[in-house]
C-alpha cells in the first residue's frame, strides 16, 4: 500500500464522533417516540422515554411494544459505538425479551450491558425499568446478539443515513393490515408497507418496528380468542434474518402452535420479496379480570 492510499483510508471514528452521529442523526422513530440517551460508552448505553396517553394513542403503541423498540434500541446502538463503523456495520440478529407486567405510563429507562466482545459478534443484556414520581420497578429485561458485517471497500453513509431527523408524527398503526381465519387453533396474516419514518439511523428497517409488527399480529389473535380474561405478555424472541429497506413490504403470518387454559403461544413468520426477515416466538399469560393488563 501506498503512502498516499494510506493516507486517504477513512480513520476510524472515536466515540464523541458515534455519540454525535446517534445524537444529531437519529431516526424517526427513535424522534418521534422521544428516545433520548443518558448515557453512552462502549461498555453501557442508557436511554429514557415518556410512556403516556400521547404516545400511546397517537401511535396505537401499548407499553409493550414500547419496551421492545426501546430494548432494540439500546443494542443497536452499542452495537453501533463498539464497531469500526468506516469498515462495518453491527447488525442486532436477536432478541429476547422477558415481561414481568404490562405498563400503561410512566418513564422508561433502559441501561444495555456488553457482555461479551468479540470479532464478529456481541452480545447485550438490557434491564428496563418503570420510573414514577414513587418508585421505581423492572418491568423487562433482554438479551441481544449483534453479528458484525464487513463490507468490501469501508461504509459510504447515505443521505438517508446522515441526513438530521425532524420530530413529526408517524401513523403505523394505519398501514398494518391484519386478517384471522377464523379458526380456534388459526392463522394470522398481515402486511405492512415500509416508509421512510420506519427507517434507522443506517438507512435500514428499525429491529423495533418489525418486532412490533409480529406483536400486533399475536396481540390481535389472541384477543379475538380470549374473551372476558386478561392477557399479558410474558416472553417474545425474535431472530433477524436480513435487512429491510424502504417501500419494501412486510408481510407475515402468524400461528398458533398451543392454545392453555393459561398460555397462548404464537410462532411468527415475516417475509419481504418473498424472503424470511424474521422469525417470531411470543407467549401470553391468560388470567382473570383482577390480573390487570
Avoid at 428499525?206 to 409488527?213: K, M, Q, T
Wanted: net charge neutral.
Amino acid at each position: 500500500m501506498t503512502l498516499h492510499a494510506a493516507l486517504c483510508m477513512p480513520r476510524p471514528w472515536h466515540i464523541g464522533q458515534k455519540q454525535d452521529f446517534l445524537s444529531n442523526h437519529r431516526c424517526p422513530l427513535a424522534t418521534a417516540l422521544g428516545i433520548e440517551f443518558t448515557h453512552f460508552n462502549p461498555q453501557s448505553i442508557g436511554a429514557k422515554m415518556r410512556v403516556d396517553s400521547s404516545i400511546t394513542d397517537e401511535f396505537g403503541f401499548d407499553g409493550n411494544a414500547l419496551m421492545l423498540i426501546l430494548a432494540d434500541h439500546v443494542i443497536g446502538a452499542g452495537g453501533f459505538v463498539n464497531v469500526d463503523v468506516t469498515q462495518c456495520r453491527a447488525v442486532t440478529s436477536g432478541l429476547s425479551i422477558n415481561c414481568f407486567e404490562s405498563v400503561r405510563q410512566g418513564t422508561f429507562v433502559a441501561r444495555a450491558v456488553r457482555r461479551e466482545l468479540r470479532a464478529r459478534a456481541q452480545q447485550w443484556i438490557v434491564d428496563v425499568e418503570q420510573c414514577t414520581h414513587s418508585a421505581k420497578k423492572l418491568v423487562c429485561t433482554a438479551h441481544g446478539s449483534v453479528a458484525i458485517v464487513t463490507r468490501e471497500g469501508g461504509v459510504q453513509f447515505s443521505e438517508n443515513e446522515t441526513a438530521p431527523m425532524q420530530r413529526r408524527a408517524i401513523a403505523f398503526s394505519s398501514g398494518l393490515e391484519l386478517a384471522d381465519d377464523g379458526a380456534e387453533i388459526g392463522t394470522i396474516d398481515a402486511s405492512f408497507p415500509i416508509s421512510a419514518d420506519q427507517i434507522n439511523e443506517l438507512g435500514v428497517l428499525h429491529g423495533g418496528v418489525l418486532a412490533w409488527i409480529a406483536y400486533q399480529m399475536t396481540l390481535f389473535g389472541s384477543k379475538r380468542r380470549i374473551v372476558g380474561r386478561q392477557l399479558r405478555l410474558t416472553t417474545f424472541t425474535i431472530d433477524f434474518m436480513r435487512a429491510v429497506f424502504r417501500d419494501e413490504i412486510v408481510s407475515g403470518e402468524a400461528r398458533l402452535i398451543y392454545r392453555g387454559r393459561n398460555k397462548l403461544v404464537w410462532y411468527v413468520e415475516l417475509m419481504s420479496r418473498e424472503r424470511i426477515v424474521g422469525g417470531v416466538f411470543c407467549t401470553f399469560a391468560v388470567g382473570d379480570n383482577e390480573c390487570g393488563r
